[in-house]
């Protein structure tokens, strides 16, 4: 078994460069130099400068290319084997009619190859079974002992190899073919057909493939498929015999197959037909058999039937027919039931007589031994790779590789170690059950797609840069045509050698184990993208490599022997370094180059999506590997790219053109060609042949001069014949021509044995023209005759190497310093006595330099001139040495004298050291002004910066008593400054905010020191800021009026920025802290959750109502926060904002402005057609953005216009409280909750009246103004005045009268008791009380009981409702029994309770008159079926099954529970109120009897009134004003009716 990828280890890196800038200018030249460490590796990598970045100059548009398929296992030679051998045997069972299926071993598939190749080794199947040796195979397997693995691979071997090996012995062994029907867990092996998908195409006499199984013909049909298949029953075609139309078929008779009949179907006379001579015939189960008749009854055959039958036609007679249906192997026809019929040869054989015997006749496709061994013996087609279907650009390509890549590994591109990658790679090469296929865009030619580098053309369009690029040495373009490389003599563009090719490549795509043509250079540059692993074998080791090759895989290397050259197969680095090949690895990085040398092995594969580019190239140094490279391809046979010999000779026609290295190294190739030419031409003529004529072989096409025997391309010299004119051959293989006699054959040569010395002399004169130049150059520079050379001359000599391209020899190097030498001292001579101000500025040299330079020019070996100027240069500077020294030795000198001295001796251009002296009393005297003016009082304070730069420049001057004592006095100073802007920025910046005294006591001390602190001027600043923010809070807490809230958060803002203990802000803060939490308060009472509004917009009044604008548009502005505010349309500013006056006066005109504009909007709505009836008109909009039609659209009861149910948050009919078992209070229509509101008009939670008073007492606690606050005030005011009115209204005469009628209706629907039978109707109870009343409530009643005989009563309706019946279905039922208007309002009453109702809704307080008034409205006309229905069909939803309408229920208990407890304490508050109210009345009921039978009267109507009157204190108030005789119409608080609504909408929320 192979190591697992655990076990791969990387082999060691190959040497990395880093060249130099100097280096780096001369490509081949270091190449050269590296070549000694770089060569005993293979490959190395080198890293270019890290500004050497060419552009990329690929046009990624129109860069398209068809890459390669890659499959992975297929690459790695000895998977490729195993998958070659997998076929093979899948192929030996395929045509025997089964599929090969692998088993599992341990919990892998076994290894079939190795295991066959193991038992091949230790001797055969029959040798380790005798000695029992299968435990020692499956250990060679690699798998644990001890777990009988030997006999289950004994067994699997049996099975599937053993009959495989006899076959291939040439044994006539049939075997089972279905061996694996008991192995359930085998895995199905699907044959690769490598050779099928290749680019060489396979044999064409191949028939084997799964593309040949796709394209067979469907079987014919058996006798079983007929009996299950009506349809087939009615074809006249299958089977043997004639056929007639109309008749249908029959099945066979079962003792038919014995007797070798076929009974065919009755004709139309009622005849049986009896069948042809039958050969092969499928029975069910596609049994064959094989039936013999005489032969006068093959006349009888009407049609050609069966594939036996049209070969009876084929030119034989009946008799040659009966007698070739003869066993093979007992030579007799008997026992024709037995008989097998090969598929493929149509050979003969008893099932009897085979080795072994067949029980039985086996099933579909059977082949004899013969063909079996024949089809699995046909050699392998030749591997080569596939193109792709599919054509790429460059991004295409990247966004499939990065796709696959992220797709394999389930992480980005970049986060992939490469390390993972390439144990992955050697993973999936080795992997026998995985199939992983990649793609490569390899070999691409740049000449047709474009370089990556920059190319020079004739255009010029190129920018500097580019140019540069273009032209650098190591552009791929420009380094195989260097004029050191050999190529740039080749004139042809061979693309990958003197043309580069590109390279795009996706993770694991590879390049396989390949030496380059000719054993030439490579050079790999990767642009771009992830990098590429290489794997490296030196030239040393290429033979060893190739010897282990094929000795691991000698199968692949039997079917194509230059397999290496094929580039198409790859092994493990690890396995052949465990058999001893040297391999190296690298990863190459974009912008990185990698160097293959000749005859080096390499292969490698990506990391993932990149773009590469490589070349050949050649240096001297491989003309003797190009020569050893073509010995090597004529024993191959193998086809050469050039010819060796005519570049050799081209080379050696121009010497002078030649580089001397080359030029040397050409002449020892040319000089061992002459000798072997010589040797091979005298062969010629021992031989006889003495016919020569020239031929000038480079104008000839290669394929024409092409030896025939070892493919050499000949340019020397040839052997042809003139009887056999196709072909010629090598002087190597002058016995292979040809046939004819030595006197027709004659030699084809090029050159003569006389003009091949002559082209070498002219070589050698090159190669030796160095050395003259190299004596002249040694005799000049040792100068051996005593005569110094001018520097003329030296220049002339490095001029005459440089034209005739000397090598860069020592020689040279030490001419060229030399030069160099000379031209430095010049130089400096030059920058000495040129203008002063030049000198001032280059860099001064020393006078010791000048000194040594003079001794410098007297010791070149060349003559100058310049000798003279230096010697009296040098004098002048000693001149001014001795005056510097007189001049420190007279000290203390004034500073101008010292400055002019120094001055003087800038101006020389030498530094001496008594200038430097000089320099340092100038710089002394200078500083100590510095200090001083510093220090001055009288000046302006200097900065610490200031005094820091004093000081560090202190530090550099050099030390004297008085720059000592102004240097400690500064230091002290400084230190002081320091500290104080420490503690200035301590109180600045501490958390712990200081006291104004404290600043000021601060900043009072650092005032006396003479340094200008910043920290203590920013702490000054603060102080300022801070007493007038002061200020400012006494200004405001002083005024007439409380402060506004805006006012307090900007001093509070102000205030927390100061650096400063301010005792004023705490108490700000506690107060804006107490404003916002009492506003907070505010719009949790008012808003609803997720409101769109503000709290001020919500107590304001909308002054905008009757606008010609959309609610719709106004809602959605709203949204988008466009809307102006109410405020705003109140017409109030910022300063309105602060003054009361201003807020409630805008308050009182915007109420008007609300109410005229809901009039109007009224108006306008009101025209518009109810969308049940038709569809709505264009300008009813509801908040979606849709036109309300249809069922499901309700109108606002305020502003008239039409909503989608499901858009708007509706009344709740099962809010109310459910009937009792002995009342039925559902025909009480007008107290059901059907009063909608739309989300624009009831923009608030609409609190209680009670819970807002609450509000304004804490409204009055605090010591801020809020605009909130005083429109909430404004709103209450309104709400009670509203208030006031409506009682008015409620305690008036006629609408008290209204109130008892309509409370004694609803006492009277309650106490009806629930009659036994659900089933009958009696209200003769009800009818009686209700006669005792006036006329006009007999006529509601009979109204109401109007259907008695055909509708059940409400009793019974309550009492016969079953308990299975939902709420919903309850209601349903109800609706046709609802009969109305139950009161007669007069219009004059109407019209006064309409217009507080409107009022009413205007306000966002919640009040209970509000709902006794829509009440008594609600009585006074017709029930609105529609509306009820909608509202049915909106809560349809809602109660979907027992369980959710459980949930629901609790829910709203809950609730309940806590708006009591709510309500609980707000009646406290309420009682109170109401009881100051009652004594300040004085209103008092004149009898007790009638307040109590008041109360006896609404007990029972309370049952289902909420709020109740207990919890309630105002309501509980007004039912005993009630019953007072004497209340007159300027009672504040008129009595109400006990008809509350059943549940108030006042938690509608958008």
Not at 29 to 43: D, F, L, Q, T
Not at 319 to 327: H, K, L, P, R
Not at 929 to 955: N, Y
Not at 1365 to 1392: F, H
Request: glycine letters at 4%.
């Amino acid at each position: 078994m192979e190591p697992g990828t655990d076990d791969f280890l990387p082999p060691p890196e190959c040497p990395v460069f880093e060249p130099s800038w100097a280096e780096f200018r001369d490509p081949l030249g270091y190449i050269a130099k590296i070549r000694p460490i770089a060569e005993k590796s293979g490959i190395c990598k080198i890293r270019p400068p890290a500004d050497w970045q060419p552009p990329f100059a690929v046009e990624v548009d129109n860069f398209k290319f068809t890459p390669r398929i890659q499959r992975l296992n297929e690459l790695e030679a000895q998977t490729r084997v195993k998958l070659n051998y997998l076929d093979q045997i899948a192929k030996f069972w395929e045509i025997q009619g089964s599929s090969l299926k692998i088993p599992n071993v341990e919990r892998k598939i076994l290894d079939l190859y190795s295991l066959s190749k193991i038992v091949m080794e230790e001797g055969g199947y029959e040798a380790i079974c005798k000695d029992r040796r299968w435990a020692q195979v499956a250990q060679r397997l690699n798998y644990p002992p001890g777990k009988n693995i030997g006999s289950l691979l004994r067994s699997h071997y049996e099975r599937i190899i053993y009959p495989y090996e006899v076959f291939q012995s040439g044994a006539n062994l049939v075997c089972n073919t279905q061996p694996f029907d008991s192995e359930e867990k085998d895995k199905e092996y699907k044959p690769h057909s490598i050779p099928l998908r290749q680019s060489v195409q396979p044999s064409k006499f191949s028939s084997y493939s799964r593309r040949a199984k796709r394209l067979q013909p469907d079987p014919e049909p058996t006798e079983e498929d007929i009996e299950k298949n009506p349809e087939l029953k009615k074809l006249q075609i299958y089977g043997a015999g004639p056929k007639m139309m109309g008749l249908g078929l029959v099945a066979k008779d079962k003792t038919s197959r014995k007797k070798g009949l076929f009974l065919t179907p009755l004709g139309k006379e009622g005849v049986i037909y009896p069948s042809t001579v039958t050969m092969k015939e499928e029975l069910s189960g596609n049994w064959k058999v094989m039936s013999a008749l005489p032969k006068e009854d093959l006349s009888n055959s009407l049609e050609p039937c069966t594939k036996m039958t049209m070969r009876l036609r084929k030119n034989q007679s009946n008799t040659q027919f009966i007698d070739s249906y003869v066993c093979r192997m007992c030579s007799r026809g008997d026992e024709d039931d037995k008989l097998l019929l090969c598929d493929v040869c149509d050979d003969n054989y008893h099932i009897f007589c085979l080795l072994p015997p067949l029980p039985e006749i086996p099933r579909g496709v059977w082949r004899c031994p013969k063909c079996i061994m024949a089809e699995c013996k046909r050699p392998l087609e030749a591997f080569g790779f596939e193109q792709a279907t599919q054509e790429y650009t460059l991004q295409s390509f990247g966004e499939m590789a990065d796709s696959f890549k992220v797709d394999y590994f389930n992480v980005p591109v970049h986060m992939v170690p490469t390390e993972l990658v390439e144990k992955e790679f050697w993973r999936l090469v080795s992997s026998i059950e995985e199939d992983v296929t990649v793609e490569y865009g390899a070999d691409i030619h740049s000449k047709e797609f474009g370089s990556g580098f920059p190319v020079s053309s004739s255009k010029g369009n190129l920018s500097p840069e580019e140019e540069e690029y273009a032209n650098s040495g190591w552009n791929l373009n420009v380094m195989p045509v260097l004029d050191q490389s050999v190529l740039c003599h080749i004139n042809a563009d061979i693309s990958g050698m003197k043309v580069p090719w590109l390279y795009v490549g996706m993770v694991f795509s590879a390049f396989c184990w390949h030496i380059e043509d000719h054993w030439s250079y490579s050079i790999n540059y990767l642009h771009w993208g992830e990098p590429k692993t290489w794997y490296g074998v030196p030239s040393l080791a290429a033979e060893h490599l190739e010897e282990v090759m094929k000795r691991l895989t000698p199968e692949l290397f039997d079917s194509q022997p230059d397999l290496l050259h094929q580039l198409v197969t790859l092994m493990n680095p690890n396995t052949l370094m465990s058999h001893g090949v040297p391999v190296v690895r690298t990863n190459q990085c974009a912008g990185e180059f990698v160097i293959t040398f000749p005859r080096a092995y390499h292969s490698g594969f990506n990391q993932g999506y990149n773009f590469a580019e490589a070349v050949n190239f050649c240096t001297a140094d491989w003309l003797p590997a190009g020569r050893q490279c073509i010995e090597h391809y004529r024993r191959l046979r193998r086809y050469c790219v050039f010819s060796h010999e005519e570049l050799i000779c081209k080379m050696a026609a121009f010497p002078e053109k030649l580089d001397l290295n080359l030029a040397v190294a050409v002449y020892k190739e040319m000089f061992i060609m002459v000798q072997e030419e010589r040797r091979l031409r005298k062969s010629l003529l021992d031989k006889g042949i003495t016919e020569a004529e020239r031929e000038a072989f480079e104008l000839l096409p290669d394929d024409e001069r092409q030896c025939i025997k070892c493919k050499t391309t000949c340019f020397l010299s040839a052997l042809a014949c003139y009887d056999c004119p196709d072909g010629l051959v090598c002087l190597s293989h002058i016995n292979d021509l040809c046939k004819c006699s030595s006197s027709r054959q004659y030699l084809r040569y090029r050159y003569t044995l006389d003009e091949l010395p002559a082209m070498l002399h002219k070589l050698k004169v090159r190669a030796e023209s160095f050395d003259t130049w190299a004596n002249k150059v040694r005799m000049a520079l040792e100068v051996e005759d005593g005569r110094k050379r001018s520097l003329e001359e030296l220049r002339a000599l490095e001029s005459e190497a440089r034209e005739r391209r000397f090598p860069n020899s020592e020689l040279l190097q030490r001419l060229t310093n030399c030069l160099n030498e000379a031209e430095a001292c010049v130089s400096q001579v030059l920058g000495l006595v040129s203008g002063q101000e030049v000198r001032i500025e280059t860099p001064q040299l020393t006078l010791t330099e000048l000194r040594v330079l003079l001794e410098q020019m007297g010791s070149l070996p060349c003559a100058m001139r310049q000798m003279g100027v230096v010697k009296d240069f040098l004098q002048q500077v000693e001149d001014y040495q001795a005056e510097a020294r007189e001049a420190l030795a007279s000290l203390p000198a004034s500073l101008g004298q010292l400055q002019s001295l120094l001055e003087r001796g800038q101006q020389l251009g030498v530094e001496v050291p008594e200038a430097h002296q000089l320099q340092q009393q100038v710089e002394q005297a200078r500083w100590l002004d510095e200090v001083k003016q510093a220090l001055d009082p009288s000046a302006q304070r200097g900065s610490l910066v200031i005094m820091q730069r004093l000081l560090v420049t202190g530090a550099k001057v050099a030390s004297s008593p008085s720059v000592d004592k102004a240097r400690a006095e500064l230091q002290e100073l400084l230190t002081i400054a320091e500290r104080w802007e420490e503690k200035a920025h301590f109180c600045l910046e501490a958390r712990q905010k200081h006291p104004p005294a404290t600043l000021e006591a601060i900043i009072r001390e650092a005032e006396n020191i003479p340094v200008h602190l910043p920290n203590i001027q920013a702490l000054k600043e603060a102080l300022t800021k801070a007493q007038a923010w002061i200020a400012d809070v006494d200004e405001i807490q002083n005024g007439d009026h409380y402060p506004c809230l805006d006012d307090l958060e900007g001093l509070v803002a102000v205030g927390r920025d100061l650096p400063v203990g301010l005792e004023e802000l705490r108490q700000l803060e506690l107060q804006v802290l107490t404003a916002h939490s009492w506003r907070e308060k505010a719009s949790k009472m008012f808003l609803k959750k997720n409101s769109c509004y503000t709290l001020l917009e919500v107590l304001c009044p909308r002054a905008d109502t009757g606008s010609d604008r959309t609610k719709r548009s106004r809602w959605m502005e709203k949204e988008m926060g466009l809307y102006k505010s109410d405020a705003e349309l109140l017409g109030l500013s910022a300063k309105d904002l602060r003054d009361p006056g201003s807020v409630i006066m805008a308050f009182k005109e915007g109420e008007q402005k609300e109410k005229e504009g809901i009039l109007q909007l009224r108006h306008t709505n009101s025209s518009k057609l109810s969308p049940s009836t038709t569809a709505a008109s264009a300008t009813s909009i509801c908040v979606c953005g849709q036109v309300p039609a249809g069922v499901g659209a309700l109108q606002c009861d305020l502003c008239q216009e039409w909503f989608h149910g499901r858009c708007v948050s509706v009344p709740r009919l099962f809010s109310s409280p459910r009937p009792s078992a002995t009342s039925s209070p559902l025909l009480a229509w007008w107290e059901w909750d059907t009063k909608f509101l739309c989300p624009l008009c009831m923009r608030s939670r609409r609190p209680r009246l009670e819970t807002i008073l609450a509000l304004l007492v804490a409204l009055q606690r605090l010591p801020v103004r809020l605009p909130e606050g005083e429109a909430l005030q404004c709103l209450t005011e309104r709400a009670i005045w509203w208030q006031g009115r409506a009682r008015e209204a409620l305690a008036s005469k006629d609408v008290t009268d209204l109130l008892e009628r309509l409370a004694e209706l609803r006492q009277q629907l309650q106490l009806e008791p629930t009659p036994k039978d659900p089933h009958t109707c009696s209200s003769a109870a009800v009818s009686d009380r209700l006669r005792k009343g006036n006329g006009k409530e007999m006529t509601k009643v009979q109204g109401l009981l109007e259907n008695r005989d055909s509708v059940s009563s409400p009793e019974k309706v309550a009492a016969g409702y079953d308990s299975h019946k939902t709420d919903l279905e309850q209601l349903s039922s109800v609706l046709p029994q609802l009969i109305g208007p139950v009161l007669e309002l007069p219009e004059a009453t109407r019209a006064p309770l309409e217009e507080l109702m409107l009022e009413g809704d205007l306000l966002e307080v919640t009040l209970d008159e509000n709902h006794s008034i829509w009440q008594l409205l609600q009585a006074g006309q017709p029930p609105d079926l529609a509306r009820i229905r909608t509202l049915l069909e909106l809560e349809k939803p809602e109660h979907q099954g027992s369980q959710i309408r459980g949930q629901v229920l609790e829910k709203r208990q809950r609730r309940q529970r806590k708006v009591d407890l709510g309500r609980k304490s707000e009646r406290i508050v309420q009682e109170e109120l109401e009881s100051k109210k009652a004594r300040s009345s004085q209103i008092k009921p004149e009898e007790g009897q009638d307040e109590e039978e008041f109360q006896e009267g609404t007990d029972c109507e309370n049952i289902f009134m909420t709020p109740p009157a207990e919890r309630n204190p105002i309501l509980k108030g007004n039912q005993n004003n009630l019953q007072e005789n004497d209340s007159t119409s300027t009672t504040p608080f008129h009595s109400l009716t006990p008809l509350v609504h059943l549940s108030y909408p006042e938690q509608q929320e958008l």
